[in-house]
């Protein structure tokens, strides 16, 4: 048996494993523009959508369970209350 003979198994795999994912981008990326096409967006809002069309929405657990990096109000001090009089 010659060298040529041999089959790379791990080599055959991630070749796989690139047409796989290639494959899906496709998919994705024909929904998107199906969806694009059918909403009658405007070239500006076809083209986002299809270049976001590898997002995913966030789900409520991921939302809940994240901490807050941005306080509400970043000026205002938590421990501080400032009341203001208007005089009449």
């Known amino acids: 048996m ?9 080599a055959l795999e991630r070749e796989l494993q690139v047409v796989v994912e ?9 929904d998107a523009k199906l969806r694009a096409v059918s909403q009658r ?17 966030l789900e409520k657990k991921d939302k809940d369970s994240a901490p807050r990096k941005q306080p509400w109000n970043p000026v ?5 209350v400032v009341v203001q009089v208007v005089p009449p």
Do not use: G
Not at 47 to 52: E, G, I, K
Not at 76 to 80: L, M, N
């Open 76 to 80: 205002a001090r938590s421990d501080q």
């Open 22 to 30: 290639s494959e899906r981008r496709h998919q994705r990326e024909n």
């Open 41 to 57: 967006a405007s070239y500006d809002q076809f083209r986002d959508l299809v270049l976001a069309c590898h997002m995913k929405p």
């Open 2 to 10: 010659s060298q040529r003979d041999v089959i790379d198994f791990s």
